[in-house]
């Protein structure tokens, strides 16, 4: 008997030895449920055979994306090359993105926001008969009505696999503006979040009936340069800080795309021209 329980101990801590550190990268989704997308998009890259073999690719099979969530567990780092990404994987439901994943094949790494970890070509390789072709439409639009109003409409479409959600979908555009700093202190990042607050919160006291979001565009240790998504009304009255002839309004351009399934005879096909 205490034999034995030395060798369950043991046991005990080999298993918990492996298990530590891993990461289940889609653990928190049920795919069971059903509703779910694993949607490949090809990203810029250089070549890779298994990339120009599979082509852009989705899944909605609970089966088989629930053996995807079982195969990528990770643990070994990414080695950080400098690549860049031969997929972006998201995860969908509703027509909208949950969350993604940057896959490079030949560098062998894959990117969450859970870290960077060693990824084997074969855990992509190994459902490649399971994927099915997705088509993909792309559309211009002159005005942000009617760029709106196309995309509540693609998303009521059962056929629909995923529609990004441009910053068009709240404001009309954008326009920058400096901000003088007279004391910065090391931490940047920090002290530009600190920064960003502050001026979000002035701009809200002088405009309380606009709508606005700043980013941080860079800038010195002595100014700070702020990006302005927002609609043009607050752009024609802004005035509270130094703008430049460089910063003035711009429109977003209105370019659209949406992914889309496509029938399982069709889907045969292009499978059979591969």
Not at 171 to 180: A, P
Not at 230 to 235: D, F, G, R, V, Y
Request: charged share 30%; hydrophobic share 35%.
């Amino acid at each position: 008997m205490m034999f034995q329980k030395y060798i369950s101990i043991i046991v005990l801590i080999f298993t918990t030895s492996i298990s530590f550190g891993q990461k289940q990268l889609l653990k928190k989704y049920d795919f069971d449920k059903g509703g779910y997308y694993l949607l490949g998009i090809h990203s810029a890259s250089d070549r890779n055979g298994l990339a120009d073999s599979l082509g852009e690719f989705y899944t909605d099979d609970p089966k088989i994306l629930s053996a995807i969530k079982e195969e990528w567990i990770f643990k070994k780092p990414g080695m950080n090359y400098a690549c860049g990404y031969h997929y972006i994987i998201l995860i969908c439901k509703d027509g909208l993105e949950l969350e993604r994943f940057s896959i490079n094949l030949n560098c062998h790494e894959i990117v969450s926001d859970m870290g960077s970890f060693y990824f084997d070509p074969q855990k992509l390789r190994m459902f490649k008969d399971d994927f099915k072709w997705v088509l993909t439409q792309r559309k211009t639009f002159t005005l942000v009505s009617d760029a709106r109003n196309y995309r509540d409409s693609v998303l009521r479409d059962t056929n629909l696999i995923m529609t990004p959600t441009p910053t068009w979908t709240k404001f009309e555009g954008s326009f920058y503006f400096t901000y003088d700093i007279l004391k910065r202190n090391y931490d940047f990042e920090d002290e530009d979040d600190k920064l960003l607050a502050k001026l979000t919160e002035e701009i809200k006291l002088k405009y309380p009936e606009e709508q606005f979001e700043l980013e941080n565009a860079g800038g010195s240790s002595s100014e700070l340069t702020v990006l302005v998504n927002c609609n043009k009304s607050l752009s024609d009255k802004f005035s509270l800080y130094r703008r430049i002839i460089y910063d003035k309004w711009k429109p977003f351009d209105l370019y659209f795309c949406t992914y889309w399934k496509i029938s399982e005879r069709l889907n045969k096909k292009i499978k059979g021209w591969k």
